[in-house]
């Protein structure tokens, strides 16, 4: 089982930008799909958004559609999320999912295969 450990996250004010990383280990990261997800307090895990595992195809929740970007790096077992026009309702902590099944806004979160530990992302408005 892959191990993931996501990085990058902190406070921004509205509007601003953060990069999200996710680093893989113990795996061959390029059989897995990945996918962010993020958790807000009192909330349910979300999905926000989910690549191939060659990255051509990407997937993301209206909400964060035009605003986010996956993205990864398979040589560097390496998946990123760049956020920009952040605002407040995308306060969360943010985790990194593996999986060898594509993810989407259907995936339910207790069926996913890996977790990170998850790096949380404050919007100040």
């Known amino acids: 089982q892959v191990q993931l450990v996501e990085s990058g996250g902190g406070l921004v004010q509205a509007g601003g930008s953060l990069r999200l990383s996710c680093k893989a280990s113990?795996?061959?990261?390029?059989?897995?799909?990945m996918a962010w997800f993020r958790q807000a307090p009192g909330k349910e895990r979300e999905f926000v958004a989910s690549?191939?595992?060659?990255?051509?195809?990407?997937y993301y929740a209206d909400s964060v559609k035009g605003r986010f970007t996956i993205s990864r790096d398979n040589a560097k077992n390496m998946m990123y999320l760049q956020m920009s026009n952040l605002k407040p309702e995308d306060t969360a902590v943010y985790y990194c999912?593996?999986?060898?099944?594509?993810?989407?806004?259907?995936?339910?979160?207790?069926?996913?295969?890996?977790w990170g530990q998850g790096t949380q992302v404050t919007v100040a408005s």
């Open positions: 999912a593996a999986d060898r099944i594509v993810m989407t806004v259907v995936t339910v979160p207790t069926h996913v295969d890996s």
């Open positions: 113990g795996g061959t990261f390029s059989v897995y799909y």
């Open positions: 690549i191939s595992r060659g990255g051509v195809n990407t």
